[in-house]
Each structure stands twice: as structure tokens, then as C-alpha cells.
């Protein structure tokens, strides 16, 4: 419920934001535009990626967040099941396993203590804060810890033993992320260089084609050929806006196979996209006129 709330609260600020932002920013740009499509088609495209922008930011404070809680949770397992051999209860060895290193999953193992001590059972206990912490990582691991105490196991053990696994998987995470290493540095070179390279050479060319045939006199033919040169009716423009539109793309794409390959999730890698299209576009336009800088007496 106070998960809902917050979602609900955000969500309400997010709107409110939004209409502020359209009845202050629309008239603005109709000032300097003096045309209300314009205006509006602005402001609607601004607002939308600012929108897009401030829940990315949530995003990955949120998943910046789960990371952390992720990598504490073998540590404490391993400090929690010391205690518990040592001859604590099962309060007691909770609330003595919260440390600050621990940050931010220090707040919930003080909440699961408090819980069991006023006398929720201890699975109940520890779903809630799975549920709270809302980590598919975190959940298997409490439900295998949950299906060995209902079991009847020794839970210094099975807390021992989680802890080993999870460790032994996070290095085996690692250990397929640095083979796939390869893989990453060639797909950001393709969308970051490759891409945008040849998308410059090919704007240039079709300019400096539409600026030769342009120069070329009419010729009149009385015989029918398969095909004529004739004047490039392509906007340079339009091939300007086509390349850059595209090269965004083709940087969205890539960064999310990035996160796929190297975390395994899509969403690992959006924060790869605003260095991808700032590098692609950059390297479009400087490679375009470098080239340009060559044919400047065809031009």
C-alpha cells in the first residue's frame, strides 16, 4: 500500500509538472516562432523527452539501488549465520547483522528484526521484505530460505550455504561478462563510429552528385535508353535530418543490446545511450565536414 502511494504521488507530480510546463513553455516558444503548430509540437516533444528523461532518472536510482542491496546480501547472510552459531536468536542475530556497509539494505533487515520481534513468524517476515525490496534476485534467495525452514533445516546452514551459492554465481556473472567483453567493444564502436561514418560519407555523396548533375547541360535524345542522367531530386536537408534521425536509432538499439550482452537486462544499458548519440552525432558532422573540405570544388 505505501509502495502504491508513493507511485501514486510521483505520478501526481509528474502530471501537475506537465501542465505547468505546457501553459508556461508554449507561449514562450510561440513568442520566438510566432506560429502555434510550431509552438505546440515543441512543447509536446519537449515535455515528452524531459518526461522520458526524469523516469530514467528514477530508474536507475532505483536500480542503482536494488545493485547494492543485491551485492550486501551474501555478506549478510554469511555475518547473520556466524551469529546464530555463536548462540543468538533469531532477533537477535538480525538486528546485530545490520551494519552500515550494508547500505541501503541495512534499513530492511532493521525493519525484518522488528517485525519478528513483535511476533510475526519469521517466513511471513521474510516475504514482506522481499516484497518491500521488489528484487527478483532477493526473492529466489528468500524463498529457497523460506522452503528450508519450513523444511525443518538447520538455518545457520541454509543461510551459509545461500551465501556460498550466491557468491559462487555472481563470479560466474562476472567471469561471462569479461568473455563478452569483446562483443560490447565492437557493438559500441559500430553504433558510436561505424554508424555515423557511414551515414557522413553517404550525405556527402549524395550532395556532391545532386551538385554535378545540376551543372549538366540538357541533352535531347530522339532515342529511347534504359536509364538517364538527370538532376538528384533528394533534399540535402532531408538526407541530414534522415542520417541523424537514424543514427539516434541505431544508438537506442545499441545500447540496449550492450546491456543485454554484458548484465543480461535491456534496461542495463540506457545509461550508455545519451554518451552513444552525443559521440554519433559528433563524429557525423565532423566526419561530414572533413569530407566536405575535400569536394569543396565540386560543391
Do not use: C, H
Not at 120 to 143: F, G, H, P
Request: aromatic share 10%; hydrophobic share 50%.
Amino acid at each position: 500500500m505505501k509502495i502504491m502511494k508513493k507511485l501514486n504521488d510521483q505520478m501526481r507530480k509528474l502530471i501537475l509538472f506537465n501542465i505547468y510546463g505546457f501553459f508556461i513553455l508554449s507561449p514562450l516558444i510561440f513568442i520566438f516562432t510566432n506560429n502555434w503548430a510550431t509552438s505546440l509540437i515543441s512543447t509536446f516533444t519537449t515535455q515528452a523527452l524531459v518526461t522520458i528523461y526524469i523516469i530514467g532518472i528514477r530508474q536507475f536510482k532505483k536500480s542503482g539501488k536494488l545493485k547494492k542491496m543485491e551485492t550486501a546480501l551474501p555478506d549478510f547472510l554469511q555475518l547473520m549465520s556466524s551469529n546464530l552459531r555463536a548462540g543468538m536468536t533469531i532477533d537477535q542475530a538480525l538486528l546485530l547483522s545490520s551494519r552500515k556497509e550494508f547500505a541501503p539494505l541495512d534499513k530492511e533487515i532493521l525493519k525484518l528484526g522488528k517485525d519478528i520481534v513483535t511476533g510475526k513468524k519469521i517466513e511471513i517476515a521474510l516475504q514482506d521484505m522481499a516484497n518491500r525490496i521488489d528484487s527478483i534476485k532477493i526473492k529466489k534467495t528468500i524463498t529457497l530460505i523460506i522452503s528450508g525452514i519450513k523444511s525443518g533445516g538447520n538455518l545457520a546452514i541454509l543461510l551459509e550455504e545461500t551465501s556460498r551459492n550466491i557468491k559462487e554465481k555472481e563470479f560466474v556473472e562476472k567471469r561471462a561478462a569479461s568473455n563478452t567483453l569483446m562483443y560490447v567493444i565492437f557493438i559500441f564502436f559500430a553504433t558510436a563510429a561505424g554508424a555515423p561514418f557511414l551515414f557522413a560519407l553517404s550525405s556527402v555523396l549524395v550532395e556532391v552528385m545532386t551538385n554535378l548533375f545540376s551543372t549538366l547541360p540538357e541533352v535531347e535524345t530522339t532515342s529511347q535508353t534504359p536509364f538517364a542522367i538527370t538532376e538528384v531530386s533528394i533534399s540535402i536537408t532531408f538526407i541530414k535530418y534522415f542520417s541523424v534521425i537514424f543514427i539516434i536509432v541505431i544508438d537506442i538499439l545499441g545500447s540496449l543490446i550492450i546491456g543485454l550482452v554484458s548484465k543480461g537486462e535491456e534496461k542495463e544499458g540506457l545509461k550508455y545511450v545519451a554518451p552513444l548519440v552525443i559521440t554519433g552525432i559528433t563524429i557525423f558532422f565532423v566526419v561530414r565536414g572533413v569530407i566536405l573540405s575535400y569536394f569543396s570544388d565540386l560543391i
